[in-house]
């Protein structure tokens, strides 16, 4: 199946997505980008796929580029933070180049569309 070539930006599909949704102008909220009181690290230990001697490189990773590993490396699993919203954040764009910022119109577009054209793939057999 084709993925939304917005979501690759160059890279290995993330394999945990870490999405910020707003009804306006996107935003982060604190516990993505303040490492301070380590909720971050509490969300990577609930996830539980990664050795708890990861954890606090991931969330400083996550803080500092909104994707882990930051980019330009290479590990077998990553992170990706997304900010779905009606509007983008340029002050965001320019604090976090590697946030993904999606509009909520062009995300819905892209589930209609890729289920129509797969939708020869979500027959289900009941055995």
Known sequence: MDDDAQSKNGRKSPSFVI???TRGTCKLNGPWINL???KMQYILRAIGAFHPGEINAIAES???YCAYPEPGAIHERGIQLIAVRKAANKNLENQFPSLLQI??????????WRFEKYS????ITLN
Request: glycine fraction near 8%.
């Open 19 to 21: 999405a910020e949704i």
């Open 36 to 38: 301070g009181k380590d």
């Open 62 to 64: 996550l803080s500092q």
């Open 103 to 112: 509009e909520s119109a062009g995300m819905l577009s892209f589930i209609y």
């Open 120 to 123: 020869h793939k979500r027959q």
